[in-house]
């Protein structure tokens, strides 16, 4: 069974400072996907960043990027120069195959991100 | 990109009464959507995947009779509440992933809010 751990509840950063993530996660699978998700109060999920398990190079989405490193079975997303619109809680999540029809995800616990002026 | 709707958002009923929620793809079809459950502060649990045109598969612990699903078309998959009890009350949220050969994100429905009197 895939296990995914976000060790930090809570985080703090000010507006326009780099803020880091953490995920580990636990797979006996060999081929798996990591998200990142954002949660605003509204309670919507939103995209942010994917990272494939054989993806060579870490993936980078506009400010956000993921610090993936195999063989710790981490994925730490990276938020560059943060914004207010930024806090949320962000969920890291996995999905245990690629193959088609498997997009069923297990979902870390969260930390809730707040930025500071 | 993909939408994925969700209707109602919020809604409040009685203990005992029954509640439907649907949720759809708006721009693609989904063989596949997954239903979440989500207790304020805490991660997405998942309850079930629906599939188009078979029986939905629940995870453990998931009561089938309590939560119905069907996914009577590529478009629309619904979850009903049957007798609904205060303990019932949670964020339910439910998301699609567009068939074989696409492995990247998942698309969520913005999520209903069940209050259970």
């Known amino acids: 069974a895939q296990k995914i751990t976000q060790t930090q509840p809570g985080m703090f950063v000010q507006e326009k400072e780099a803020v880091t993530l953490d995920c580990t996660y636990d797979t006996s699978d060999q081929s798996y996907g990591l998200f990142w998700y954002k949660q605003p109060s509204s309670g919507e999920m939103i995209f942010l960043i994917y990272?494939?398990?054989?993806?060579?190079q870490n993936a980078t989405e506009g400010r956000y990027s993921l610090n993936f490193q195999k063989a710790r079975k981490s994925a730490n997303l990276v938020i560059s120069a943060s914004q207010l619109g930024d806090s949320a809680m962000y969920f890291c999540a996995m999905r245990d195959r690629l193959t088609g029809g498997g997009n069923k995800l297990t979902f870390g616990t969260g930390t809730q991100l707040k930025v500071e002026l | 990109g993909a939408v994925v709707s969700q209707h109602p958002s919020r809604v409040i009923c009685k203990s005992g009464t029954s509640v439907k929620i649907e949720c759809r793809s708006l721009d693609f079809q989904a063989t596949t959507m997954f239903w979440y459950r989500q207790f304020p502060k805490q991660s997405l649990m998942l309850m079930a995947t629906?599939?188009?045109?078979?029986?939905?598969?629940?995870e453990q612990g998931v009561e089938k009779d309590k939560f119905l699903i069907n996914h009577a078309s590529l478009t629309l998959s619904t979850l009903t509440v049957t007798s609904a009890h205060p303990e019932d009350s949670s964020f339910y949220i439910c998301?699609?992933?567009?068939?074989?050969?696409?492995?990247?994100?998942?698309?969520f429905g913005e999520g209903s809010r069940l209050t259970v009197l």
């Open positions: 998301s699609a992933s567009i068939p074989a050969g696409k492995t990247g994100e998942l698309f």
């Open positions: 990272q494939g398990s054989y993806d060579e």
């Open positions: 629906s599939n188009e045109g078979s029986k939905a598969t629940y």
